[in-house]
């Protein structure tokens, strides 16, 4: 250890002290390492407003798959002394996001990191109470942030007013039930008040009307992890950790048929040929590169060409999609993108709240088509049908992301994948199936 | 009727929120831990608690995949099935247990043993295909590991 | 007022609006599910997409939901563009995905908003080729019947039931397109504005079960407007019928009073037109000879008899009806005279309304319409039980207590019609509504504050609120100190409100609280408040009866006794229901000949030496003044058999009968005509001098054509006698009103009395009504709401109220009973109706706990009770909100001769041998 644990140089600065071996680290180690180190700049005046500025300048976006600029996320909620009060502060951990698994390996190994992030948000915004909003299924996530939140409550860090300032926070955990849509911040709301997760109608945004009707920041757990880093060494460093023009480092993750899948914290901008050769290991032996969903299933495809992109919120052009959460799914040449797709659209449709036509019914019947298209009884109807629903669950066609995430990589498979969806009509059965092909039954 | 145990438990989770319906989520997950599964009567009784009607609790407890309205078995297997784990072969896990066990997703073995659900991306891609049983998080889990991983689980 | 431009063309609209409301508001074409003017947006099903663009220079522009999307200044939308059709189709498209092919035996079918919204967007063929989604139904009571195989997913149902009409037994269940919408289990839906379900559900999930017991689709309906004749609000109805059967009630929208939805008695209650208890013949005892049942004798014989009776009889009272028209009781009062004309209410009643009347007419503060008391920042309720008593009125507080919280969504910049965003900036918070009575309901949960007490004690509290908001109101001394500070939070409360409304009525039976109530009022009033009052009356003529005057209950019976008079006529009225037993049965025998004029088979009917068969209000036509003083008009829907007809008509044909020679000839028996009866009511008072003016008179005629009751698609005319004639017979004249009884006729624009059925083009539903208004939710074109008879004296200082009853005692043996009624089985007509008779609940006597342990008695056992002559079987309830010292007393209508409040002893009035726990 070095003798100012705060004067760190390190690259990555959210998980290089994470524990190869699993376990997590708890308080003590973690305040070694200049953990809740953040809170005492709190005693040198900077006020909520420095914060603020602080963050805005850093070029923080959200981690959650938006990339929205914390920053200016920030400037709508009411500050002063006439605000609405209790505001909150929730910590979006529902990550149920197929292929992303970067805020349980925070969770998971420095589960402090979170609570810190947490406190410093409600100081920047004079929200006194969190909760932490987690997927049910993170088991061991919820044991270490339980015993995480004790423990900052007995060293005061919870509960009590912070040093040099009046401000006390309070922090809460929450396992949900599931269901993805939970992860959507404005579901997230209903469910964290005990209710359906249906998401709400944007204006008026949770800043203003949040949980119980309250000024609510939701900010993605990786997004919080960040702050108190930001607050320790300020923006200029944080700026100089990123590649790009947004500051800061970035989780990616690999899964498929790749030599090494696992995670990585690299600068921000990290191109996903980086990632994938150098990171991964390549491809497995025998198998190819086809495609690549660059973060979560709610992100379009990317293939060969566009692989030198650097994987940020900026670099990445409309038409070719989005970073989504930066942990990528490999499609190989030995799986078929239209059962790739099925998967991805059954897992939508089962996902659905129910709440918006298009949504509720459009999915159900794309994963169908999609179906028949493996079971070979598709036909080039099929195909117009699903281009149909690809233009018509647009965003602002539906009441959410959900299904404009869902037609994502749908879309650009039909793009890129096109001869394979026809193979599928021409050859009545799937090319990677060596099951025979069915009849053609009129259903 | 909810026990005296039960009924602390929960005042305690209620704690965390302004108002008795909030932690209505809560509540359905804590008398499932504790009843395995939420019976109709279960409803009731977590209405009763929370002042709310069955209808008021049932529309929560049915829109959430892990609030089990039919009973379960003693363990339950949660078989990831999202993509990840699909390319990694899951259905291979999936048609072991199917053989070994006599049931596909959604069933009951007859000795009221185990359940196998099926489950949205767990979050252990890297490790794919996952499964999860009880709380137990399995990665990397192969047709010829099944026997081995059941056998903590009678 | 904002401009935008649809299409290329501008409109002004009010920019308060959203663009759905907006566009359907200047006439256009636009549909939509999830969205209803009187419950706003939610955005769900996406139906009304249009494209909205920056501005001219925007070529692409991009898909909005109109019901999400305010009519600011300069929106530019298109709603024909290619991209907004063909998505609005696809929604259609998508919804028909588990939709079912059964539109032919659909009782939704014909007048079906998702076939209507399906054919406005084109969608024809459907390309999904799938499995469709089936789900069991569920048995809901007698009321509604449940498809959900049909269910759109639109969410209306349940924000109606429950975010609208406080229901709590339905709900929706699942997720994705798994959805369920209805009860937890199988069981009767209990709130008591369910049958809104079936008009609210856009297809045919919630039907109206008892339409589907002898059903009729719309088109083959004739259909009038009609008033319902359950309770004293008045809501406007459309009354349906086909060979000779009421097929069904549905709402009819009338701005000022009932807008949009009905309560469960008015809709269902119809089934007393329909009862095999109706009296169908003229029946008189042979030589009225009282020994002698009553027989069917053709009516000119009968009119002969009672005509050469009624010359010679020393003197003829009549007893009017609070349910009957006004014109029928004018008629009544023209045959026998003014001085032998009684109002036909008990004793009670007749001074409660005459002191609510001289409330209003000499007081500064005018009565409230149901609008009015939606609008209501803060309310007052002094001891009316307005759930089971003005049910309609009760819905209308759940909308009252919404207003307050509406300061912080104006604050957000929150539209008021974005309901889903109200809804969460509001969360729990409600505006003031205070509730004292002797009896908890469910509408007490949206209650600032509750107050059981007996009605001395209530209207203890109303004038101690005066007194603290007027300076010269009397004030309450002596009060405990949380009635003090009640009164100081209901005074606080009410002063800060912009339009405090205070309701009472004759409810519990206590003068005081009314005068407390007018005190409350009168001192806002003062206070520069735009204070309404509310008056809750019996009956749905109550009001107009009083302003009809007329005696006393007990005079009548005294002029019999004392021989003034020897026979007396009874319009409509069951006079066991007014009076006790003995006396009714005394005045009865007295009398020499009874003559009564009824519709159904009752316990005063049963004595009649003449009985005439009345028309029931959907057979005949005629004015209604409600609690607010309201009069409107109701029209006959069709001819009924037998010797059935009006009361009035009735009535004149005994005065014609009475004096057969034609000169001098006066009063009724020189009426003609509806108009007639309408004209001479009109000259009675003078302040029903304007009743003429509530309706056209039946020579109104659009391009010389009357109104027809029967729709375009009529069908079967030629057939539907064919049984018995193979002639289609001419449709019976009208000479009482514009209305015909055809087909024929002029169908367009119509002053809104005279529109019985809502239809537009490619709109069948019942949501046509948007077609009727200038702006969308608001009143209809050229609305004429019925007309307020009795308005304020505005100048008038209060000239308060000063008998403030001393607090309730409670005493060691004896109890004051309270009624307490029903909503279903509390009121005569309904009860006859088959659906309602099974939601009646058993009789029973409600007790504090804490007497209920002194009386010995455990909740939930049956005792006999003996009162007034009378021994009642019923059911204890124990309940902490009745009063300490009070007993609430819930009998059947056919008990109701019981008169309340009054001081039993219970020790001595339950017989003890019969307790005994219900099983
Ligand atoms: C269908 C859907 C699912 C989402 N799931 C998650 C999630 O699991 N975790 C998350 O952080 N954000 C998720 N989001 C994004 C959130 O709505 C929200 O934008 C995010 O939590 C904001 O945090 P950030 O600004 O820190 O990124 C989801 C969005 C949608 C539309
Ligand atoms: S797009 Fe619509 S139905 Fe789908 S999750 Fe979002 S709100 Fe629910
Ligand atoms: S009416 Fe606009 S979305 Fe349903």
Redesign the pocket.
Known sequence: MSQDPTRITMERPLTQYIHPDGTPRLLREYVTNGGYHSLQKLVTGMAPKDVQRLVGESGL????????P?GS?WSFVPMGPDAQKPKYIVA??????PG?FK?RILMEGDPHGLVEGMIMAGYALDAEVGYIFL?GEYHLSAQRLTRAIAEAYAEGYLGKPLPGTTFRFDLHLHSSAGR?????????INALEGKRAT?RAKPPYPQTVGLWGQPTI???????YNLPHIVNHGSAWYHSLSRTQDGGTKIYGVSGRVTRPGWWELPLGTTAREVLEQHAGGMLAGVHFRGVLPG?I?TAFMTEEHLDLPMDFSSIPPQVGRLG?GTMIVLDDHTCPVGFVLNLERFFAR?SCGWCTPCREGLPWVARLLQSFEEGRATNDDLALLDMHTKWLAPGHTF???A??AMAPLQSALQFFHDDFERHIGLGRCPWSNKPAQLRVLV | MLSDTERRELEDALKHYPDKRSGTIDVLLLVQRRRGWISDESILDIAQFLEMTSEDVDSVATFYNLIFRKPVGRHVAFLCDSISCWIMGYEQVREQLKKQYDIDLGQTTRDGRLTVLPIACLGQCERAPAMMIDQNVYGEVTPDKVETIMEKYK | MATIIVDNRSYTVDERKNLLAACLGVGLNLPYFCWHPAMGSVGACRQCAVKQFKDDHDPSGRLVMACMTPASQGTRISIDDPDAKAFRASVIEWLMVNHPHDCPVCDEGGECHLQDMTVMTGHVYRRYRFPKRTHRNQSLGPFIRHEMNRCIQCYRCVRFYRDYAGGRDLNVFGAHDALYFGREQDGTLENEFSGNLVEVCPTGVFTDKTLFQHYTRKWDLQSAQSICSHCSLGCNTTVGERYGIVRRIMNRFNSQVNGYFLCDRGRFGYGYVNSDKRIKRALVRPALDRTKPAQPEGVPQVLEIIGERLRRVRGIIGIGSPRASLEANAALRSLVGPQQFFLGVDEQEHRLLSTILSILRTGPVPSASIHDAEQSDAVFVLGEDLLNNAPRLALALLQSVRQQPMERVDELKIPRWDEAAVCNAVQSRRGPLFMAGHRQTWVHEYATDSYFAAPDDIARLGFAVAGRIGPDAPSVPDLTNDVRDLAQRIADALTRAQQPLIIAGTGSGSQATIEAAANVAWALHQHGKQTRLSFVVPESNSVGLALLGGGRLHDAFDSISQQKADTVIVLENDLYRRAEQAKVDAFLETAQTVIVIDSLEQRTAAHADVLLPAATGPESDGTLVNQEGRAQRFYQVFVPDGDITDSWRWLRDLARAKSPEADGVTGVATWNTFDDAVSATAATASELARIGEVAPPASFRVVGQKVPRQPDRYSGRTSMLSHLTVHEPPPPPDPDTPLGFSMEGYRGPLPSPLISQFWAPGWNSIQAVNKYQDEVGGPLRDEMPGLRLIEPVATKAPCWFTAIPPAFQPTLHQWLFLPLSAVFGGEELSNRSPAIAERISEPFLSLHPSDGARLSLEDQVTIELALQGMTYRLAVHLESSTPMGTAGISLGYDASGVRVPVWVDLFKAIKTGHRRRVA
């Open positions: 976006r959200g981690r959650g798959g938006g990339g929205f914390t996320k979006n951990a529902d990550e149920m996001e992303t805020d997927r993805y849509i939970c992860g959507e911040e404005t579901a997230l998401p939701v900010q993605n757990v990786e997004t919080l979560g709610s959460t996902e959410c992301g959900l404009p995430g």
